[in-house]
């Protein structure tokens, strides 16, 4: 079945950078569009940042994060440099079972597979 782990989270200060990653197995993974999703405290989840299989990538906030993807490692990777408190929350990622899918497929009430999730505190 469908595995994803995230990894990288923690207690940073704002203006640090954090690198996370999502370790993906059960999947083919080069053929998924991936995607990372937050939800702050009190709050809804909500679409972060998405790769395509082919690496084409889309943003919530343009300049805030940077998406990646390791193929050969099932990884994909989620950058947030410059921190801030409102970065506070848990990143997870996920996916889509539909096949082809694309950036578009994307909305957290669209995906099949998520992860557990990891917590990212950014204090003042």
């Known amino acids: 079945q469908v595995q994803l782990v995230e990894s990288g989270g923690g207690l940073v200060q704002a203006g640090d950078s954090l690198r996370l990653s999502c370790s993906a197995s059960?999947?083919?993974?080069?053929?998924?569009?991936m995607g990372w999703f937050r939800q702050a405290p009190g709050k809804e989840r909500e679409f972060v940042a998405g790769?395509?299989?082919?690496?084409e990538s889309s943003y919530s906030v343009k300049g805030r994060f940077i998406i990646s993807r390791d193929n050969a490692r099932n990884t994909v990777y989620l950058e947030i440099p410059s921190l801030k408190p409102e970065d506070t929350g848990v990143y997870y990622c996920?996916?889509?079972?539909?096949?082809?899918?694309?950036?578009?497929?994307?909305?957290?009430?669209?995906?099949?597979?998520w992860g557990k999730g990891t917590l990212v505190t950014v204090s003042s």
């Open positions: 996920a996916t889509v079972d539909r096949s082809p899918s694309d950036l578009a497929d994307l909305r957290t009430d669209n995906m099949d597979h």
């Open positions: 059960g999947l083919t993974f080069s053929s998924y569009v």
């Open positions: 790769i395509s299989r082919g690496g």
